[in-house]
C-alpha cells in the first residue's frame, strides 16, 4: 500500500523553465511535509518541507505547496538549473509519535537540459 | 563537519554470513534511523533510536537487528543473510521532534550490498 505516491518516474525540462513535481498521499495522519534531493552514489539532501498549517513555503528558487483537501503537494523549481538534475523524493511524517518517521514517494528523476 | 558517516561503501556477502553496516554522527542529534532503498522504490524505515538505549521497529524490521549504546553510533545488523537484503541501505539523524520542523533528517551516502 503505497501511501506516498510520485506518479511520474521522470521530468524532462528546458534549462530557465519551470519544473513542477507532483506528489500524492493517501494517509489524513500526515501533517509534515518533505523534499529530499539525490544525486547518484550520494545520501538524500533535503531541499524544503512544509506544515499542514500552511499551504506555501518559499526557499529561494524552489516553493513547496500543500492542497490538504486533495492530499497533494507539489515543488516548483524556477527557474531550472542543470545542476537541478537528480531524483527527488516526497516524504511524509505522521501527526504525533516522538520520532520523525518518513514514508517516502518513489521518486521522480528530474532533468534539465541546455 | 562530517555529518553522517556509514561504513562499508560497498560489501558482496553470500547467503547466511552475517555482518553490520556501521553508522556514526557527530552532530549530537538525539535520533537517528536506518532505512532501505530497493531500485526503483522510495526509502523504507527498519529501525529508528530516539537516544542512546532506546530503539524501537520501522516498516520492514525483519531480518535486522540495532543497538543504541552511545549518541553517535547507531549499528545495523544482518544476522543469517538473505538476497531479499540485496539493497542500498541509508543511516539518518535528526533532532528532536519538537525541532523537527525546522531539523529534518541528514542522510550518509550509504551502504550498497549484495547477497548472493
Known amino acids: 500500500d503505497q501511501q506516498v505516491k510520485q506518479n511520474s518516474p521522470s521530468l524532462s525540462v528546458q534549462e530557465g523553465r519551470i519544473s513542477i513535481l507532483n506528489c500524492d498521499y493517501t494517509?489524513?495522519?500526515?501533517?509534515?511535509f518533505l523534499w529530499y534531493k539525490k544525486y547518484p552514489a550520494e545520501g538524500p539532501t533535503f531541499l524544503i518541507s512544509?506544515?499542514?498549517?500552511?499551504d506555501k513555503n518559499e526557499d529561494g528558487r524552489f516553493t513547496v505547496f500543500l492542497n490538504k483537501s486533495a492530499k497533494h503537494l507539489s515543488l516548483h523549481i524556477v527557474p531550472s538549473q542543470p545542476g537541478d538534475s537528480a531524483v527527488y523524493f516526497c516524504?511524509?511524517?505522521?501527526?504525533?509519535?516522538?520520532?520523525?518517521?518518513?514514508?517516502f514517494g518513489t521518486g521522480t528523476r528530474l532533468q534539465v537540459t541546455l | 563537519n562530517a555529518g553522517v558517516t556509514q561504513t562499508p561503501k560497498f560489501r558482496i556477502l553470500k547467503i547466511g554470513q552475517s555482518m553490520t553496516l556501521q553508522c556514526t554522527q557527530d552532530?549530537?542529534?538525539?535520533?537517528m534511523y536506518w532505512y532501505r532503498q530497493d531500485p526503483g522504490m522510495g526509502l523504507k524505515l527498519i529501525y529508528y533510536?530516539?537516544?542512546?538505549?532506546?530503539?524501537d521497529k520501522g516498516e520492514v524490521p525483519n531480518g535486522y537487528n540495532v543497538s543504541r549504546s552511545t549518541t553517535e553510533d547507531f549499528p545495523l545488523r544482518l544476522e543469517l543473510a538473505a538476497p531479499s537484503q540485496t539493497s542500498v541501505y541509508f543511516c539518518?539523524?535528526?533532532?528532536?521532534?519538537?525541532?523537527?520542523?525546522?531539523?529534518?533528517?541528514?542522510f550518509g551516502d550509504g551502504t550498497r550490498l549484495s547477497i548472493l
Open positions: 539518518a539523524s535528526s533532532r528532536g521532534y519538537r525541532d523537527r520542523g525546522n531539523q529534518p533528517q541528514h
Open positions: 552532530m549530537n542529534h538525539n535520533y
Open positions: 533510536s530516539v537516544g542512546a538505549g532506546i530503539t
Open positions: 512544509i506544515s499542514s498549517i500552511k
Open positions: 516524504a511524509a511524517s505522521p501527526l504525533g509519535g516522538t520520532a520523525s518517521k518518513l514514508t
Open positions: 494517509n489524513s495522519m500526515f501533517d509534515y
